[in-house]
Protein backbone atom coordinates (compact mmCIF):
# COMPACT_ATOMS: atom_id res chain seq x y z
CA UNK A 1 0.00 0.00 0.00
CA UNK A 2 3.09 2.33 -0.47
CA UNK A 3 2.21 5.41 -1.54
CA UNK A 4 -1.36 5.62 -0.89
CA UNK A 5 -1.93 8.27 1.06
CA UNK A 6 -0.37 10.91 -1.27
CA UNK A 7 -2.19 9.34 -4.12
CA UNK A 8 -5.28 9.82 -2.11
CA UNK A 9 -4.13 13.54 -1.29
CA UNK A 10 -3.20 14.44 -4.96
CA UNK A 11 -6.63 13.35 -6.00
CA UNK A 12 -7.81 16.00 -3.43
CA UNK A 13 -5.65 18.65 -5.29
CA UNK A 14 -6.73 18.25 -8.39
CA UNK A 15 -10.05 19.58 -7.03
CA UNK A 16 -9.27 21.90 -5.04
CA UNK A 17 -5.71 24.31 -4.51
CA UNK A 18 -6.75 24.31 -1.00
CA UNK A 19 -9.05 21.84 0.41
CA UNK A 20 -11.11 21.57 3.09
CA UNK A 21 -9.24 19.97 6.27
CA UNK A 22 -12.18 18.02 7.50
CA UNK A 23 -12.97 16.68 4.28
CA UNK A 24 -9.18 16.20 3.71
CA UNK A 25 -8.77 13.90 6.64
CA UNK A 26 -11.89 11.83 5.73
CA UNK A 27 -10.08 10.92 2.12
CA UNK A 28 -6.52 10.02 3.87
CA UNK A 29 -7.85 7.64 6.54
CA UNK A 30 -9.41 5.56 4.04
CA UNK A 31 -6.01 4.04 3.24
CA UNK A 32 -5.59 2.75 6.32
CA UNK A 33 -8.88 1.46 6.10
CA UNK A 34 -8.19 -0.74 3.35
CA UNK A 35 -5.23 -2.13 5.17
CA UNK A 36 -6.94 -3.26 7.72
CA UNK A 37 -9.69 -5.32 6.03
CA UNK A 38 -7.11 -6.70 3.60
CA UNK A 39 -4.74 -7.82 6.59
CA UNK A 40 -7.63 -9.14 8.49
CA UNK A 41 -8.80 -11.08 5.66
CA UNK A 42 -5.40 -12.63 5.15
CA UNK A 43 -5.36 -13.65 8.61
CA UNK A 44 -8.67 -15.66 8.65
CA UNK A 45 -7.50 -17.21 5.47
CA UNK A 46 -4.47 -18.92 7.30
CA UNK A 47 -6.86 -19.73 10.02
CA UNK A 48 -6.56 -17.31 12.59
CA UNK A 49 -9.72 -15.28 14.43
CA UNK A 50 -9.03 -11.67 13.09
CA UNK A 51 -10.99 -8.43 13.71
CA UNK A 52 -10.24 -4.91 12.09
CA UNK A 53 -11.35 -1.95 13.90
CA UNK A 54 -10.75 1.90 12.76
CA UNK A 55 -9.86 5.10 14.85
CA UNK A 56 -13.70 5.74 15.49
CA UNK A 57 -14.75 1.89 15.77
CA UNK A 58 -12.39 1.56 18.86
CA UNK A 59 -13.15 4.85 19.79
CA UNK A 60 -9.63 6.85 19.50
CA UNK A 61 -11.10 10.04 20.78
CA UNK A 62 -8.94 13.29 19.73
CA UNK A 63 -9.09 16.93 19.62
CA UNK A 64 -10.52 18.72 16.77
CA UNK A 65 -7.23 19.78 14.56
CA UNK A 66 -7.76 18.38 11.50
CA UNK A 67 -4.56 16.79 10.14
CA UNK A 68 -2.33 16.74 13.11
CA UNK A 69 -4.90 15.99 15.82
CA UNK A 70 -3.49 14.47 19.53
CA UNK A 71 -5.15 11.73 21.06
CA UNK A 72 -7.07 12.65 23.93
CA UNK A 73 -8.34 8.85 25.27
CA UNK A 74 -9.27 5.57 24.29
CA UNK A 75 -11.59 3.09 24.94
CA UNK A 76 -9.92 -0.49 25.13
CA UNK A 77 -13.10 -2.21 26.40
CA UNK A 78 -13.86 -3.65 23.07
CA UNK A 79 -10.37 -4.48 21.91
CA UNK A 80 -9.56 -6.26 25.62
CA UNK A 81 -12.94 -8.75 24.98
CA UNK A 82 -11.38 -9.74 21.54
CA UNK A 83 -8.06 -10.44 22.79
CA UNK A 84 -9.89 -12.42 25.73
CA UNK A 85 -11.35 -14.32 22.66
CA UNK A 86 -7.99 -14.98 21.16
CA UNK A 87 -8.78 -12.53 18.18
CA UNK A 88 -6.37 -10.95 16.41
CA UNK A 89 -6.91 -7.56 16.66
CA UNK A 90 -6.04 -5.31 13.44
CA UNK A 91 -6.62 -1.31 14.35
CA UNK A 92 -6.13 1.48 12.10
CA UNK A 93 -3.70 4.02 12.71
CA UNK A 94 -3.15 7.10 11.62
CA UNK A 95 -6.74 8.31 12.97
CA UNK A 96 -9.27 8.98 15.69
CA UNK A 97 -12.51 10.91 15.82
CA UNK A 98 -13.52 13.93 17.73
CA UNK A 99 -16.40 14.99 20.47
CA UNK A 100 -18.54 15.51 16.94
CA UNK A 101 -18.05 12.23 15.43
CA UNK A 102 -15.46 14.12 12.83
CA UNK A 103 -13.00 11.94 11.14
CA UNK A 104 -9.42 12.67 12.10
CA UNK A 105 -6.10 12.24 11.03
CA UNK A 106 -2.73 12.46 13.07
CA UNK A 107 -0.35 13.93 11.05
CA UNK A 108 2.55 11.59 8.76
CA UNK A 109 3.72 9.14 10.74
CA UNK A 110 0.90 8.96 12.76
CA UNK A 111 0.67 5.15 12.78
CA UNK A 112 3.67 5.05 15.36
CA UNK A 113 1.35 7.41 17.52
CA UNK A 114 -1.62 5.22 17.49
CA UNK A 115 0.57 1.58 18.20
CA UNK A 116 2.36 3.33 21.32
CA UNK A 117 -1.45 4.99 22.61
CA UNK A 118 -2.78 1.34 22.03
CA UNK A 119 -0.10 -0.48 23.87
CA UNK A 120 -0.50 2.43 26.79
CA UNK A 121 -4.45 1.98 26.92
CA UNK A 122 -3.93 -1.66 26.89
CA UNK A 123 -1.01 -1.68 29.62
CA UNK A 124 0.95 -3.80 26.93
CA UNK A 125 4.50 -5.48 28.24
CA UNK A 126 6.46 -3.46 25.03
CA UNK A 127 5.44 -2.34 21.98
CA UNK A 128 7.53 -3.30 19.14
CA UNK A 129 7.83 -0.97 15.77
CA UNK A 130 8.74 -2.74 12.51
CA UNK A 131 9.77 -0.43 10.00
CA UNK A 132 11.81 -0.27 7.14
CA UNK A 133 15.12 0.15 9.04
CA UNK A 134 16.60 -2.42 11.60
CA UNK A 135 16.99 0.13 14.33
CA UNK A 136 18.07 3.93 15.25
CA UNK A 137 21.33 4.99 13.57
CA UNK A 138 23.94 7.39 14.41
CA UNK A 139 22.21 8.99 11.13
CA UNK A 140 20.58 8.38 8.22
CA UNK A 141 22.63 5.62 6.45
CA UNK A 142 21.79 7.18 2.88
CA UNK A 143 24.02 10.16 4.01
CA UNK A 144 26.57 8.73 5.50
CA UNK A 145 27.55 4.75 5.14
CA UNK A 146 29.64 4.30 8.47
CA UNK A 147 26.89 5.35 10.70
CA UNK A 148 26.63 2.56 13.17
CA UNK A 149 23.61 1.29 15.09
CA UNK A 150 22.72 2.11 18.51
CA UNK A 151 21.35 -1.09 20.45
CA UNK A 152 20.04 1.68 22.85
CA UNK A 153 18.92 5.13 23.03
CA UNK A 154 17.53 7.03 25.56
CA UNK A 155 14.34 8.69 25.50
CA UNK A 156 15.25 11.87 25.73
CA UNK A 157 17.69 11.24 22.78
CA UNK A 158 15.31 9.57 20.59
CA UNK A 159 12.53 12.62 21.59
CA UNK A 160 15.21 15.20 20.53
CA UNK A 161 16.00 12.75 17.55
CA UNK A 162 12.02 12.09 16.39
CA UNK A 163 12.07 16.19 16.95
CA UNK A 164 14.89 16.99 15.30
CA UNK A 165 14.20 15.43 11.97
CA UNK A 166 14.52 11.61 12.56
CA UNK A 167 12.44 9.86 10.79
CA UNK A 168 12.67 6.30 12.20
CA UNK A 169 9.71 7.59 14.62
CA UNK A 170 7.89 10.13 14.77
CA UNK A 171 7.97 12.92 17.87
CA UNK A 172 4.49 11.88 19.55
CA UNK A 173 4.34 8.12 19.30
CA UNK A 174 8.32 9.22 21.60
CA UNK A 175 5.87 11.60 23.34
CA UNK A 176 3.31 8.79 24.40
CA UNK A 177 5.82 6.45 25.40
CA UNK A 178 7.54 8.28 27.35
CA UNK A 179 4.43 9.89 29.20
CA UNK A 180 3.37 6.89 29.99
CA UNK A 181 6.50 4.75 30.44
CA UNK A 182 6.09 2.52 27.09
CA UNK A 183 8.59 -0.03 26.65
CA UNK A 184 9.40 0.56 23.12
CA UNK A 185 11.11 -1.29 20.55
CA UNK A 186 12.44 -0.75 17.13
CA UNK A 187 12.91 -3.38 14.60
CA UNK A 188 12.95 -4.59 10.82
CA UNK A 189 10.02 -5.55 9.29
CA UNK A 190 11.67 -6.89 6.32
CA UNK A 191 13.78 -9.47 8.37
CA UNK A 192 12.60 -13.53 8.48
CA UNK A 193 9.03 -13.45 10.05
CA UNK A 194 9.71 -17.21 11.55
CA UNK A 195 13.26 -15.56 13.42
CA UNK A 196 11.60 -15.40 17.41
CA UNK A 197 11.37 -12.23 19.29
CA UNK A 198 13.67 -12.32 21.70
CA UNK A 199 16.05 -13.11 19.48
CA UNK A 200 15.43 -10.72 16.56
CA UNK A 201 15.05 -7.79 19.41
CA UNK A 202 18.97 -8.18 19.70
CA UNK A 203 19.81 -6.33 16.23
CA UNK A 204 17.15 -3.52 16.96
CA UNK A 205 17.30 -0.42 19.23
CA UNK A 206 15.96 -0.34 22.72
CA UNK A 207 14.20 2.77 23.75
CA UNK A 208 15.10 3.12 27.69
CA UNK A 209 13.97 5.10 30.63
CA UNK A 210 16.66 4.94 32.46
CA UNK A 211 20.59 6.00 32.12
CA UNK A 212 22.25 3.41 33.34
CA UNK A 213 26.49 1.90 33.49
CA UNK A 214 25.43 -0.33 30.99
CA UNK A 215 24.29 1.78 28.28
CA UNK A 216 26.54 3.08 25.54
CA UNK A 217 28.66 6.27 27.09
CA UNK A 218 28.66 8.23 23.93
CA UNK A 219 28.98 12.04 24.70
CA UNK A 220 26.97 12.24 21.32
CA UNK A 221 24.17 9.59 20.06
CA UNK A 222 23.09 10.80 17.03
CA UNK A 223 23.19 13.56 14.19
CA UNK A 224 19.92 14.47 13.00
CA UNK A 225 18.66 16.83 10.33
CA UNK A 226 15.94 18.12 8.69
CA UNK A 227 15.49 19.54 5.06
CA UNK A 228 12.26 20.57 6.10
CA UNK A 229 12.12 23.87 7.41
CA UNK A 230 12.05 27.87 6.21
CA UNK A 231 13.56 30.81 7.43
CA UNK A 232 11.10 33.92 7.74
CA UNK A 233 13.13 37.07 8.85
CA UNK A 234 10.76 39.89 9.83
CA UNK A 235 13.14 43.21 9.00
CA UNK A 236 13.36 46.90 11.44
CA UNK A 237 10.39 45.44 13.83
CA UNK A 238 10.29 47.74 17.39
CA UNK A 239 12.57 46.19 19.97
CA UNK A 240 10.03 46.60 22.88
CA UNK A 241 8.21 44.09 25.50
CA UNK A 242 5.42 42.21 23.88
CA UNK A 243 6.69 42.39 19.87
CA UNK A 244 7.21 38.61 19.62
CA UNK A 245 3.79 37.88 20.40
CA UNK A 246 2.43 40.22 18.62
CA UNK A 247 4.49 38.21 15.23
CA UNK A 248 4.20 35.33 16.31
CA UNK A 249 0.76 35.14 18.01
CA UNK A 250 -1.36 35.43 14.20
CA UNK A 251 1.20 32.50 13.16
CA UNK A 252 0.24 30.74 16.39
CA UNK A 253 -3.52 31.21 15.48
CA UNK A 254 -3.26 30.07 12.16
CA UNK A 255 -2.57 27.02 13.42
CA UNK A 256 1.26 27.08 12.49
CA UNK A 257 4.20 25.43 14.33
CA UNK A 258 7.67 27.84 15.02
CA UNK A 259 10.55 25.96 15.53
CA UNK A 260 14.14 28.12 15.96
CA UNK A 261 13.79 31.78 17.22
CA UNK A 262 16.10 34.60 16.84
CA UNK A 263 16.25 38.29 17.96
CA UNK A 264 19.08 40.34 16.77
CA UNK A 265 20.53 42.93 19.02
CA UNK A 266 18.61 46.16 19.07
CA UNK A 267 20.26 49.28 17.04
CA UNK A 268 18.49 52.43 17.51
CA UNK A 269 15.45 50.75 19.34
CA UNK A 270 15.12 48.37 16.07
CA UNK A 271 15.28 44.60 15.37
CA UNK A 272 15.11 41.98 13.13
CA UNK A 273 13.53 38.56 14.02
CA UNK A 274 13.85 35.58 12.60
CA UNK A 275 11.99 32.00 12.82
CA UNK A 276 11.26 28.50 11.08
CA UNK A 277 8.57 26.51 10.18
CA UNK A 278 7.36 23.69 7.90
CA UNK A 279 8.25 24.62 4.87
CA UNK A 280 4.71 23.46 3.84
CA UNK A 281 3.46 26.26 6.03
CA UNK A 282 6.43 28.62 4.39
CA UNK A 283 4.40 30.35 2.08
CA UNK A 284 0.85 30.11 4.40
CA UNK A 285 2.97 31.80 7.44
CA UNK A 286 4.37 34.43 4.72
CA UNK A 287 0.62 35.15 4.00
CA UNK A 288 -0.39 35.74 7.74
CA UNK A 289 2.39 38.10 8.48
CA UNK A 290 1.87 40.34 5.35
CA UNK A 291 -1.87 40.95 6.07
CA UNK A 292 -2.04 40.52 9.46
CA UNK A 293 1.38 42.17 11.09
CA UNK A 294 3.67 44.03 8.61
CA UNK A 295 1.49 46.81 8.59
CA UNK A 296 0.70 46.65 11.96
CA UNK A 297 4.21 46.72 13.66
CA UNK A 298 4.84 49.15 10.96
CA UNK A 299 7.81 46.30 9.84
CA UNK A 300 10.52 47.75 6.81
CA UNK A 301 10.19 44.22 5.39
CA UNK A 302 9.46 40.84 5.55
CA UNK A 303 12.31 38.13 3.98
CA UNK A 304 12.11 34.21 3.39
CA UNK A 305 14.41 31.26 2.40
CA UNK A 306 13.18 28.22 1.89
CA UNK A 307 16.08 26.70 1.03
CA UNK A 308 17.29 26.40 4.37
CA UNK A 309 18.15 23.01 6.17
CA UNK A 310 18.71 22.05 10.43
CA UNK A 311 21.62 19.93 11.45
CA UNK A 312 21.72 18.89 15.02
CA UNK A 313 24.06 16.57 16.94
CA UNK A 314 22.16 15.20 20.02
CA UNK A 315 23.62 13.38 23.49
CA UNK A 316 23.03 12.83 27.17
CA UNK A 317 26.61 13.17 27.48
CA UNK A 318 26.33 16.74 26.20
CA UNK A 319 25.53 17.42 29.91
CA UNK A 320 28.98 16.05 31.57
CA UNK A 321 31.44 16.80 28.64
CA UNK A 322 32.32 20.60 27.63
CA UNK A 323 33.59 22.15 24.70
CA UNK A 324 31.06 20.30 22.42
CA UNK A 325 28.93 23.22 20.61
CA UNK A 326 32.80 24.81 19.88
CA UNK A 327 34.03 21.92 18.45
CA UNK A 328 30.76 21.50 15.82
CA UNK A 329 31.41 25.30 15.17
CA UNK A 330 34.98 24.49 14.51
CA UNK A 331 34.41 21.43 12.09
CA UNK A 332 31.45 23.62 10.09
CA UNK A 333 33.87 26.90 9.93
CA UNK A 334 36.87 24.56 8.71
CA UNK A 335 33.87 22.93 5.68
CA UNK A 336 33.35 26.44 4.57
CA UNK A 337 29.58 26.34 6.09
CA UNK A 338 28.37 29.36 7.36
CA UNK A 339 25.95 29.22 10.46
CA UNK A 340 22.58 31.10 10.19
CA UNK A 341 20.95 30.41 13.81
CA UNK A 342 21.69 28.48 16.72
CA UNK A 343 19.73 26.66 19.06
CA UNK A 344 20.85 24.08 22.27
CA UNK A 345 18.84 22.53 24.75
CA UNK A 346 20.57 20.34 27.79
CA UNK A 347 21.15 17.69 25.51
CA UNK A 348 21.54 18.87 21.97
CA UNK A 349 22.71 21.47 19.48
CA UNK A 350 21.22 22.67 16.36
CA UNK A 351 22.39 24.98 13.95
CA UNK A 352 20.62 26.36 11.17
CA UNK A 353 22.41 26.21 7.42
CA UNK A 354 21.91 26.19 3.55
CA UNK A 355 20.68 22.93 2.57
CA UNK A 356 23.18 22.38 0.28
CA UNK A 357 25.60 21.88 2.39
CA UNK A 358 23.67 19.28 4.81
CA UNK A 359 25.10 16.04 4.11
CA UNK A 360 28.60 17.78 4.02
CA UNK A 361 27.83 18.91 7.80
CA UNK A 362 26.32 15.72 8.62
CA UNK A 363 29.50 13.68 7.60
CA UNK A 364 31.88 16.02 8.60
CA UNK A 365 30.57 15.84 12.24
CA UNK A 366 29.77 12.40 11.89
CA UNK A 367 33.77 11.87 11.98
CA UNK A 368 35.03 14.00 13.66
CA UNK A 369 32.79 12.94 16.76
CA UNK A 370 33.85 9.46 16.06
CA UNK A 371 30.15 8.10 15.50
CA UNK A 372 31.61 5.31 13.05
CA UNK A 373 33.35 3.71 15.93
CA UNK A 374 31.74 1.27 17.81
CA UNK A 375 31.41 2.24 21.93
CA UNK A 376 33.87 0.68 24.03
Not at 20 to 48: F, H, N, W
Not at 266 to 277: A, L, N, P, Q, Y
Not at 303 to 309: A, L, Q, V, Y
Request: proline content about 3%; aromatic content about 4%; some cysteine.
Amino acid sequence: MSGETNRLLGLAKEISANPDPREMDVIASTGEQVTIGLLAMALQEIGVTARSYTGAQVKILTDEAFSKARIKSIDDEAILADLASGTVVVVAGFQGVDEAGNITTLGRGGSDTSAVALAAALKADECLIYTDVDGVYTTDPRVEPDARRLQTVTFEEMLEMASLGSKVLQIRAVEFAGKYKVPLRVLSSLTDPMIPIAEEAQSGTLITFEEDDKMEQAIISGIAFNRDEAKITVMGVPDRPGIAYTILGPIGDANIDVDMIIQNASVDGMTDFSFTVHRNEYQKALDVLNNQVKAHIRATDIRGDSKICKVSMVGVGMRTHAGIASKMFRTLSEEGINIQMISTSEIKISVVIDEKYMELAVRALHKVFDLDQPVG
